[in-house]
C-alpha cells in the first residue's frame, strides 16, 4: 500500500528535498505550503500533490486536513517541517513578541497540524510523525556546546530559535508517550545551507534530507520517542 505522506514547508529546502526523495521511495506525497502558487509549482515540479497549508492559521490547517481527508483518507507520515529562524540579535535584546513570532510557527504551527491530521493519521496501519528539530534544541548540547561539537560545530546563542526547538522535542516526547501508536519522533538534519540560515549552512539539502526521509521511512519497532540526526541519536 502507498504511504500517503504530508510534509509542512515543502515548496522549497529540506521540505522539497525530503518530498523528493520520499516520491522516488513509492509515497504519495501532499506538498504543503503557504502561498497556493509557490506550492503549485513545487508539487508540479515534483510530482506531488499540492496542499494549502498556512501552519500559522487555524483554519488553512482545518482545509487542510479537510482535503487530505476527501482525497485519500488517511496519512501515514506527518512531517512537521514549516519553520522560521527568528531574530539573531543578543538574548537580553529580545522581548516576548519576538519569541512568539518564533514559537507560533516552530512549535504552536506543529501543535495545529498534529491536532488537525491526528484522526487521519489514527486511519493508518503504521502512523509516524517527524517533527523536525534541531541541535540546537538540545538542552543537553546547549548547557555545553564545546563537548559536544561532534553533534553541534556551529552552535550559536539564538534565544528564540534555540528555544522553540527545545519545546518541539518536548512535543515529540509528549505525544509520543500521550498516544503510543504513532511513531514520534524529532530528526536533527544537521547545518543545512537554505533560506533559513542564508544558505550559511556547511551541508546541501540532499545531505540534510538524509535523516528525516530515514525517519519517514522507519521500520516497525523504531524507538518513539527519539530524537536522532545523520549519525544517530541526539542528546536530549
Do not use: C
Not at 522549497?12 to 523528493?20: D, S
Not at 502512523?127 to 538542552?139: D, M, R, T
Amino acid at each position: 500500500m502507498t504511504s500517503i505522506t504530508v510534509i509542512t514547508g515543502a515548496n522549497k529546502g529540506l521540505g522539497f528535498e525530503t518530498a523528493r526523495r520520499l516520491i522516488a521511495a513509492g509515497h504519495t506525497v501532499y506538498a504543503g505550503a503557504r502561498h497556493a502558487h509557490r506550492g503549485e509549482l513545487a508539487a508540479h515540479a515534483l510530482g506531488a500533490r499540492p496542499l494549502l497549508i498556512d501552519v500559522t492559521d487555524e483554519a488553512s490547517v482545518a482545509a487542510a486536513a479537510d482535503q487530505v481527508r476527501a482525497e485519500a483518507g488517511r496519512v501515514d507520515v506527518l512531517v512537521n517541517n514549516a519553520g522560521i529562524a527568528g531574530p539573531a540579535a543578543p538574548a537580553g535584546e529580545l522581548n516576548a513578541t519576538d519569541l512568539q513570532q518564533v514559537f507560533d510557527t516552530n512549535v504552536f504551527g506543529a501543535v495545529r497540524t498534529t491536532r488537525a491530521f491526528l484522526s487521519l493519521l489514527q486511519q493508518a496501519a503504521r502512523p509516524a510523525i517527524v517533527n523536525v528539530s534541531s541541535a540546537l534544541g538540545s538542552l543537553t548540547i546547549n548547557a555545553d556546546p564545546a563537548a559536544h561539537s561532534d553533534l553541534l560545530p556551529a552552535w550559536a546563542p539564538l534565544l528564540a530559535y534555540n528555544s522553540s526547538k527545545a519545546a518541539l522535542n518536548m512535543l515529540t516526547v509528549v505525544y509520543a508517550q500521550s498516544l503510543p501508536q504513532i511513531s514520534v519522533v524529532s530528526v536533527d538534519p544537521g547545518f543545512t545551507a537554505t533560506d533559513l540560515n542564508g544558505h550559511q549552512g556547511t551541508q546541501s539539502v540532499e545531505e540534510g534530507a538524509a535523516a528525516i526521509v530515514t525517519a519517514a521511512t522507519a521500520a516497525p519497532g523504531t524507538p518513539s520517542p527519539a530524537f536522532v540526526g545523520a549519525t544517530g541519536p541526539v542528546p536530549w
